[in-house]
């Protein structure tokens, strides 16, 4: 495989990998001369010793940089690297992460829900490059009601994924293929992954007409 | 229509009925939600011409329990449990990949012993799943013995969970941060045991099945997928490696205690049915190399790391993931710094393997429909969450 000729000599190492080596002491030795002080002050302490996202750099970040200016935030967490940006260059990144820099493999498309900020929700692309052996996170928010073109030109795997992205959060992608609802029935009312969605009414209406009971609780 | 509308009427290409039943010989039918070779509650819409698959459809989510929702709404520890109800055959895969995620969210490690208990019930597990597997991959292409063989030889390793932990299936083996349970006495023995009494018994499935006539004609050269396909797909696990990619989560970003064994990652060359057996028969043996070595090994010591009684990790994402015994398995996580997730995500691979399905079985004969649902080895728990 193609894959396989290429990896004996992997291009630039990551560099979200090495840096956990380097920082991972770091916590670790200021948790442990913070322990005795927590009893005292239980959880107070603790707080400021976790770990907090640092600029990622890389040939390929600056490359994006200069051709995206400030629509483009490179970060790295605990050792894993995200990229933050501008929901405008979504297709244009995903297609060159593919394209150049062989990110292949198109783990997951998830969302997550922040109903008091604007635009209310992440998308996250979970991205893996066989070559390269690593791992990248595209991130970026969109507000309710605003689309999101799909991903499925780019990685047919994206199809399900975001079929239950929008099942789950109510988010549209344009030009997916086929985008209707996968683990819930098509006549479910909601987004059950929203925050405002209640856990404990939500199926009254769906367990009357179909099934003929008061309540599925 | 928008209102409470059967999934059955929309999905299926009935509008005109005439056109299905007499212009053309394509037929529409269903398979299954109960069929007892969907393997769970997997209903598949088929459009045939003849016996020729010309195309299909999964209908799933009938196993479908929020899980994610579920998590949003429970403590990291008590959120742990639900995990193993996910791959229901493969529980402790499914908790080390949790528990590992949310390590890493608290930037804390597991201690070694911790590591190495982890690695030998794991892969037992992965045995066990990949017995599961074959004994109904086997019963649903028509050969019943393997079936009893492998739930005889199964026995054994849920033996050894029950005395570790009490459970047979649901294990709720692991804790974040190392493990509840300190190994019984004896387990390193029962282990050995085990150890000295499988392969001999990989012999026999294989004398079985191997060079067997019939299952040679019923798997070869079905459900054929390349690998450039799988990747494209997202598809990973065994499947992924018998298309001849070599590719293994252990191996490529090691977890657990897994860069300090010895093993192979076994691959296949054609990506059909036949060589999706192959691999996993050879998995069951590395996996035993590495509970070899693993329980050889063994260091003394803590079994659970410094983690405070209540579970609150910073604010924050993490992705990790597993080589679970189906595929990459990973945990999206992302923490409010509360002591409940604000949002975990399951990225499953049945799943997404399932996904396959289709582009597998085109132009295939109804019956190999079910050899290549059992040889993409799902479990709907999984697929439905």
Request: charged share 25%.
């Amino acid at each position: 495989m193609a894959e396989e000729v290429k990896s004996p000599a992997p291009p630039p190492p990551p560099e979200g990998e090495k840096k956990p080596a380097a920082e991972k002491p770091a916590p670790a030795a200021s948790a442990a001369p913070a322990k005795p002080a927590a009893p005292a002050k239980p959880a107070a302490p603790a707080k400021p010793a976790g770990p907090v996202p640092v600029p990622w750099t890389s040939p390929l970040v600056e490359k994006y940089r200069s051709q995206y200016g400030s629509g483009l935030e490179a970060q790295t967490y605990l050792g894993q690297n995200y990229f933050t940006v501008d929901r405008s260059l979504i297709p244009d990144i995903l297609r060159l992460l593919r394209d150049e820099e062989q990110f292949d493999y198109c783990v997951d498309i998830t969302a997550a829900h922040y109903p008091k900020r604007e635009k209310q929700f992440d998308v996250v692309w979970i991205l893996y490059s066989f070559p390269r052996n690593e791992r990248v996170r595209v991130k970026t928010q969109i507000a309710d009601g605003a689309s999101i073109p799909s991903s499925v030109s780019i990685w047919p795997t994206a199809n399900w994924l975001e079929r239950e992205v929008y099942d789950m959060f109510g988010i549209q992608f344009d030009g997916h293929p086929d985008l209707k609802r996968i683990l819930l029935p098509d006549g479910w009312k909601g987004y059950p992954l929203r925050k405002d969605y209640g856990i404990l009414q939500q199926d009254k209406e769906w367990v009357q007409i179909n099934l003929g009971i008061e309540s599925g609780q | 229509m928008n209102d409470v509308s059967n999934r059955a009427l929309s999905n299926l290409d009935l509008e005109t009925p005439d056109k299905t039943y007499l212009d053309s010989n394509e037929l529409v039918i269903n398979m299954g939600p109960q069929h007892p070779a969907t393997h769970g509650v997997l209903r598949v819409i088929l459009k045939l011409d003849g016996e020729k698959v010309l195309g299909t459809e999964c209908v799933i989510g009938y196993l479908h329990r929020g899980v994610e929702k579920i998590a949003e709404n429970r403590t990291y520890t008590m959120f742990n449990p639900y995990v193993d109800r996910m791959d229901y055959v493969a529980a402790v895969s499914n908790g080390l990949g949790y528990c590992e995620a949310v390590e890493k969210l608290m930037n804390v490690e597991a201690p070694p012993r911790a590591k190495y208990i982890r690695v030998i019930l794991t892969e037992l597990n992965r045995i066990a799943s990949h017995q599961l597997w074959l004994g109904t991959h086997a019963l649903d292409i028509g050969a019943m013995t393997p079936l009893f063989y492998t739930f005889r030889d199964r026995e054994e390793i849920l033996k050894i969970f029950e005395r570790y932990c009490g459970a047979r299936l649901t294990t709720h083996a692991f804790r974040i941060g190392g493990c509840q349970y300190e190994t019984y006495a004896g387990f390193e023995k029962d282990v050995k045991n085990f150890l000295a009494f499988f392969p001999p018994k990989i012999d026999e499935y294989e004398a079985l099945l191997t060079t067997n006539r019939i299952w040679l004609e019923r798997t070869k050269n079905v459900g054929v997928i390349s690998g450039a396909d799988c990747i494209a797909l997202g598809v990973t696990g065994p499947v992924l490696r018998a298309s001849g990619v070599q590719w293994d989560l252990r191996k490529a970003q090691p977890y657990a205690a897994y860069s300090e064994f010895d093993f192979e990652i076994p691959i296949g060359t054609n990506g059909d049915t036949y060589d999706r057996y192959l691999v996993r028969m050879a998995e069951m043996r590395q996996s035993l190399r590495i509970i070899e070595q693993a329980v050889n090994g063994i260091p003394e010591g803590p079994i659970m790391g410094k983690v405070p009684k209540v579970i609150k990790p910073p604010v924050g994402e993490i992705y990790h993931s597993i080589e679970a015994p189906k595929g990459e398995l990973g945990y999206f996580i992302v923490s409010d710094g509360s002591t409940q997730p604000y949002r975990l995500r399951v990225r499953p691979p049945s799943f997404v393997n399932l996904q396959a399905l289709d582009i597998m079985v085109r132009g295939l004969l109804v019956a190999d429909v079910v050899a290549v649902i059992g040889t993409l080895d799902i479990v709907l728990g999984e697929v439905d969450r």
